[in-house]
């Protein structure tokens, strides 16, 4: 089985004695050894996969790296952080997916109405199974708890990914003091119900709810 370490905090690498894993096409920087790399469909998921998010919009271009020796990834020098699942199922933005083990199922989840108002869509790439996966973040990504009767409000433009059993709903942060200009500026966050980890980067994306 591949083994996922970091060589500092924005680089990975993986050591493989004839393994294979699905990493963002283009993010390999070095490499020891014998490797083969080959540009897969569909986020990895075939012919299914590609149909898929060619539908729901959500862009993901991987590459099957297969070999004998050590490959490293990055991506754009943005921070790196491992994710070890167990049977849970991992939901990522795409972009911010790194890297799987190739034992690990890739596929989209339904996000609704949710995922428009927060300016990411209405789909998001799951990860479940087994194994290692690399996520990016810009900033090193805080990793906090939800709890029953805990819900966590997250900036839609600072969320990265989660895993665990929780639910995900807009909530409207605009009140009497956001439109007279007096208010923080966060108009929308996202809240967190439930039980699970949620990933979060010390830096914020253009969403569709900004500043009032």
């Known amino acids: 089985m591949a083994q996922f370490r970091l060589q500092g905090s924005k680089t990975l690498a993986v050591d493989m004695t004839g393994d294979l894993v699905k990493a963002k096409n283009g993010s390999m920087v070095a490499y020891t050894g014998q490797m083969n790399f080959k540009k897969l469909s569909g986020g990895g998921d075939g012919l299914r996969g590609m149909v898929t998010r060619r539908l729901t919009g959500e862009q993901m271009t991987v590459m099957e790296v297969k070999?004998?020796?050590?490959?490293?990834?990055?991506?754009?020098?943005?921070?790196?952080?491992?994710?070890?699942?167990?049977g849970e199922t991992l939901y990522v933005e795409s972009d911010n997916l790194l890297c799987t083990e190739g034992t690990l199922r890739t596929g989209t989840s339904f996000t609704g109405l949710n995922g428009v108002s927060s300016g990411n869509g209405l789909f998001t790439t799951k990860v479940e199974g087994h194994g290692w996966a690399a996520v990016t973040s810009?900033?090193?990504?805080?990793?906090?708890?939800?709890?029953?009767?805990?819900?966590?409000?997250?900036?839609?433009?600072?969320?990265?990914?989660?895993?665990?059993?929780?639910?995900?709903?807009?909530?409207?942060?605009?009140?009497?003091?956001?439109?007279?200009?007096?208010?923080g500026?966060?108009?929308?966050?996202?809240?967190?119900?439930?039980?699970?980890?949620?990933?979060?980067?010390?830096?914020?994306?253009l969403t569709v709810g900004g500043d009032v």
């Open 138 to 183: 810009k900033g090193p990504a805080m990793i906090l708890r939800v709890t029953q009767g805990m819900p966590l409000r997250v900036d839609p433009g600072a969320y990265v990914a989660h895993t665990g059993n929780l639910n995900r709903s807009i909530k409207s942060g605009a009140g009497w003091t956001t439109f007279i200009g007096e208010g």
């Open 67 to 86: 070999g004998q020796g050590t490959c490293y990834f990055a991506d754009r020098a943005t921070e790196i952080n491992l994710v070890r699942l167990n």
């Open 185 to 205: 500026g966060e108009a929308v966050q996202v809240e967190f119900t439930g039980e699970g980890l949620v990933y979060v980067q010390p830096s914020e994306k």
